[in-house]
């Protein structure tokens, strides 16, 4: 049973920084790809970043690209998201996400285990 568990949201000025992290448990191989994901209200869920586990491939929305990071430590099972320089329109909950497989997929229906979420709200 794959579970995933976020931290690290919070309240922060524009300009600011946070740091996501998603505990998992139940991966047992590399054969993941795991992402992070967010739903601003009245919008759709998007794909923000993701890393194919069994390499350093990662890819990004274009929108947060120069800003945020994605890494992953193996030896602590965690995902983190590192952003910087925050915007107003970076304000959503923040969804840690995995699916089986090597295949890049930026539909969330793709991805069969998410966890709870973390809410990030940027104020100007």
């Known amino acids: 049973q794959v579970q995933l568990v976020e931290s690290g949201g919070g309240s922060v000025q524009a300009g600011g920084s946070l740091r996501l992290a998603c505990g998992y448990f139940?991966?047992?191989?590399?054969?993941?790809?795991m992402g992070w994901f967010r739903e601003a209200p009245g919008k759709e869920r998007e794909l923000v970043a993701s890393?194919?586990?069994?390499?350093?491939?990662?890819t990004y929305a274009d929108s947060v690209k120069g800003r945020f990071t994605i890494s992953h430590d193996g030896a602590k099972n965690s995902l983190y998201l590192q952003m910087n320089n925050l915007k107003p329109e970076d304000t959503a909950v923040y969804y840690c996400?995995?699916?089986?497989?090597?295949?890049?997929?930026?539909?969330?229906?793709?991805?069969?285990?998410w966890g709870q979420g973390t809410r990030v709200t940027v104020s100007s």
């Open positions: 890393r194919y586990i069994g390499s350093r491939n990662t």
């Open positions: 139940g991966i047992s191989n590399s054969n993941y790809y």
């Open positions: 996400a995995a699916r089986f497989g090597f295949i890049f997929s930026s539909q969330p229906s793709a991805f069969r285990y």
